[in-house]
């Protein structure tokens, strides 16, 4: 009931293309989703997240669709570039023990070709 | 300053070696963990520290022996690995975990490439 199920597990786009990558969840008791973005070699960096009073929340060429009823979001990104290719690991966070958990999906790779 | 800093970037170490991988954050932030990633996997949580003490450790070997000596470091200390421990050893860092929502706006350092011999 803690999974994150992300698909698909691997993407290629055309560059100026439209990069669609989605989740789904079972738990109610997350409160938060947020997407990360991971070169290989480095570590992930949080990229866009949002809140489920919320239904899409955008930040330049990047979208979150949230969809509570279907516990599903999405990420899409618009004008896709090379420089997007990376894997994207979309998350829901949970309160657990005095802290807070990261649920994190299985990753999607994402290649953008020019 | 919105950065998490971890050293060594890589470390080689044989299976009776003692070392420590260091994380260290000046966002203020009271939340840090440690994570462990394999290849083409997401992060696995390993340990959370909220507020300086340690609050969640998801059933870790005792090989791996986290501390936080105050509230900007965090350290893993590593003794007696095996070859399956070789990952990247991830640190991220959170404002705070307490309250009625996780607020769980985790930042990642670059990670520690470990390879265990």
């Known amino acids: 009931q803690q999974q994150v199920k992300q698909s698909p597990q691997s993407l290629i786009v055309q560059k100026g293309g439209i990069s669609i990558i989605n989740c789904a969840y079972e738990?109610?008791?997350?409160?938060?989703f947020p997407w990360y973005q991971q070169f290989p070699g480095k570590g992930p960096a949080l990229l866009i997240a949002?809140?489920?009073?919320?239904s899409e929340k955008k930040e330049g060429r990047f979208t979150i669709s949230f969809n509570k009823s279907a516990k599903q979001f999405s990420l899409h990104i618009m004008d896709s570039q090379p420089g997007d290719s990376a894997t994207y690991f979309c998350?829901?966070?949970?309160?657990?023990?005095?802290?807070?958990?990261?649920?994190f999906g299985q990753g999607t790779e994402l290649s953008v070709k020019p | 300053d919105t950065e998490v800093t971890q050293t060594p970037k890589h470390l080689v170490m044989g299976m009776t070696n003692k070392k420590s991988l260091k994380c260290e954050q000046h966002?203020?932030?009271?939340?840090m963990y440690w994570y462990k990633q394999k290849a083409k996997k997401p992060p696995e949580l390993m340990f959370v520290?909220?507020?300086?003490?340690?609050?969640i450790n998801e059933s870790v070997p005792s090989r791996f022996s986290p501390e936080c000596p105050n509230s900007s470091l965090l350290n893993l200390h590593l003794h007696a690995l095996q070859p399956e421990d070789s990952a990247l050893y991830l640190c991220?860092?959170?404002?705070?975990?307490?309250?009625?929502?996780?607020?769980?706006?985790?930042?990642f350092g670059p990670g520690t490439r470990l390879t265990v011999l």
């Open positions: 991220a860092s959170s404002q705070r975990t307490s309250g009625s929502v996780s607020y769980n706006e985790q930042f």
């Open positions: 738990n109610t008791a997350f409160d938060y």
């Open positions: 949002i809140r489920p009073d919320v």
């Open positions: 998350a829901a966070s949970i309160r657990y023990n005095q802290g807070g958990k990261l649920i």
């Open positions: 966002m203020g932030h009271r939340a």
């Open positions: 520290y909220s507020y300086e003490k340690l609050s």
